[in-house]
């Protein structure tokens, strides 16, 4: 994919303009919502839940110490659910050709189908990324830094990086378990360009 690049995972400090999810912990104020056909917005207390009707669940597991990291499942049955980080609306379009959301992450089971990376601005309004060859390129267990450049985000809906209320959105119809943690912008490497043709 055009523009995608892996970084050694890091540790980045709190801002949360620029950090959204912090060694496992939301940033204020930023929330958590799980999503499914049944209940698209299900807030999530305590780092704990299951979407409305069970088909995407969350927990705390481990990244560098105990509990510093959020690990999701999908179970893959029937339709999308979607694991998605909320809040007051922020503007970024400033580092549009100059940073990624960046995450580190852990792919413990294989997606079955394909995984749609998403910024949103208010729905419908929303940029996207397709990930699902991303997750299979690296061994299942092993941390890795994954930075997706802010102008890589597409979208046919007049996307919108000064109005972001929804900085994280996780998405899949199949089978899926994946930990993250540091939810973040990241500038870019020195000459990357992303998605800039």
Do not use: H
């Amino acid at each position: 994919m055009c523009g995608l690049f892996i970084a050694p995972a890091s540790a980045q400090t709190e801002n949360p303009t620029f950090f959204y999810l912090n060694q496992g912990q939301l940033v204020a104020p930023w929330g958590l919502m799980l999503g499914d056909p049944s209940d698209w917005a299900l807030a999530v207390q305590d780092r704990t839940g299951q979407s409305k009707s069970g088909k995407l669940s969350i927990k705390p597991t481990d990244f560098k110490g105990k509990g510093d990291a959020l690990q999701a499942s999908w179970n893959g049955k029937k339709d999308t659910a979607t694991l998605s980080i909320v809040g007051p609306a922020i503007d970024i379009a400033n580092f549009k050709d100059a940073a990624a959301l960046a995450m580190d992450i852990r792919v413990d089971k294989r997606p079955t189908k394909g995984v749609t990376l998403s910024m949103s601005c208010t729905w419908p309004c929303r940029g996207e990324v397709q990930i699902r060859k991303l997750l299979t390129e690296f061994p299942a267990g092993e941390w890795f830094s994954l930075p997706v450049p802010l102008n890589c985000f597409k979208s046919d809906d007049g996307f919108d990086l000064s109005k972001i209320s929804g900085p994280l959105t996780i998405g899949t119809e199949g089978k899926l378990t994946l930990s993250i943690t540091n939810v973040r912008l990241e500038r870019l490497a020195e000459g990357e360009k992303g998605c800039v043709e």
